[in-house]
C-alpha cells in the first residue's frame, strides 16, 4: 500500500493506524481557558488503535515498510521505560510477523508496571539499558543491531521515537489529514491559521508538522525533556521531511516551549497535574503523566499568558501515552489532590 505525498511521489506504508483519527470540539476547557467556543479542538491521535494507540502507529506503518522492503526480520527500537514508541513497535512486529527487540533505559525493576506490561506481555526481547541518556539509547539500539548481525538476522533498527526521516513523513501526511478536517469544520481562511500544539519526545512528529503545514509558526512544541538538542533538531529534520516530500522549505521560526519539563523527562509537574486534571474532569479527556499532559500544561500557560493566537483555531494534538498513568511511579501522585 502507499501514500500519496503532495508532489506525487508515492511512500509505501503498511496500514496499522485506525485513520482518519477524530477532530473533537474541546469548547469546554477553552472556556475555562478564556477561549471562545471553536477555538480549542483535540486531534485524536491517542485513538490510532495499535495495542492502545498514540502518535507512534503513524510513524510505524512507514518505518515498518521500509523494514519490509528492506528484506529485515526483527524490528529493534529503544526509549525510556515508559516508552510507547517501545510498545507500539513490539506489536507492529506481531502484526506483521517480525521478531522485535527493545532497549529500554532503564532496569528490570521489582515489577513491570504501565507500558512495561504491555511489552512483556507482547513478547518483545527487552534489553535493560540501566541509566542511559537520549544518545546512549541510540547508541545501544546500534549495538543491538551489531549483535543480532552477527546472529545472522536482519534487523531494522530504529532511532528513539521512530523519528527518521520515514517516520516523520507520517505526519506530513497526518497534517494534510487535520487541515481537511478543519476546513470541514471552522472553513479554509481559519483553518489555514490553525495552530497545532504537540509534546516534543525526539521532534519527529512536531517536524513532520511543520513540513506538512509549511510553517514553523503553525507548530508549538513542548518539551518533555526527552532530548537536549531539540531546537537544532526539529528544523532540519523539518526541512529534510519537506524535501523528501517534495514540499518547500517551512519558514518562520521554531517554536518550541523548554519550560514545562520540571526536573526532567517524565518527572511530575503541579502544572501537569492541574493539566491532566482539566483535561479529564471538563472534557472526560485521558492525558499522561510523561508527554500529552506537559504539552497541554504548555497550551494551558501560552493561553493564559496571550501567547496564543485565538482568533485562530488552536489544536491540542493528543499523541496518547495512557499506559504510563498505570506506572507505580505515578500511582500516589495521581491519587492525591493537589
Ligand atoms: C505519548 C507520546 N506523545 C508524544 C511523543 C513525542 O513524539 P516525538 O518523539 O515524535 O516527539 C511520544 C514519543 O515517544 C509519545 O509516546
Known sequence: MTAPTPDGARVRRVPLAHLPTPLEPGDRLGAALGLRPGTLWVKRDDCTGLAGGGNKARKLEYLCAEALDQGCDTLVTGGGRQSNHVRMTAAAANRLGLACTVVLASDPGLRPTGNVVLDHLLGAELVWGGDLDYYGTEAAIDAACERLRGEGRH??????????????????????????????????????????????????????????????????????????????????????????????????????????????????????????????RLEGLVLDPVYTGKAMAGLVAAAREHRLDVSAPVVFLHTGGMPALFASRYASWITQRP
Open 155 to 280: 534487523p531494522y533498527g530504529m532511532p528513539v521515537g521512530g523519528a527518521s526521516i520515514t517516520g516523520a513523513l507520517a505526519y506530513v501526511a497526518a497534517a494534510a489529514e487535520l487541515e481537511a478536517q478543519l476546513r470541514e469544520a471552522v472553513g479554509t481562511g481559519a483553518a489555514a491559521r490553525a495552530v497545532v500544539v504537540v509534546a516534543d519526545g525526539s521532534g519527529g512528529t512536531h517536524a513532520g508538522l511543520v513540513a506538512g503545514l509549511g510553517d514553523h509558526g503553525r507548530v508549538l512544541g513542548v518539551d518533555v525533556g526527552t532530548r537536549p538538542d531539540l531546537l537544532e533538531q526539529v528544523p532540519a529534520k523539518a526541512a529534510a521531511v519537506a524535501e523528501a516530500a517534495g514540499l518547500p522549505v517551512p519558514g518562520g521560526g521554531c517554536q518550541i516551549d523548554g519550560d514545562r519539563f520540571g526536573d526532567g523527562y517524565g518527572a511530575p509537574t503541579h502544572a501537569c497535574r492541574e493539566a491532566l486534571d482539566l483535561a479529564a
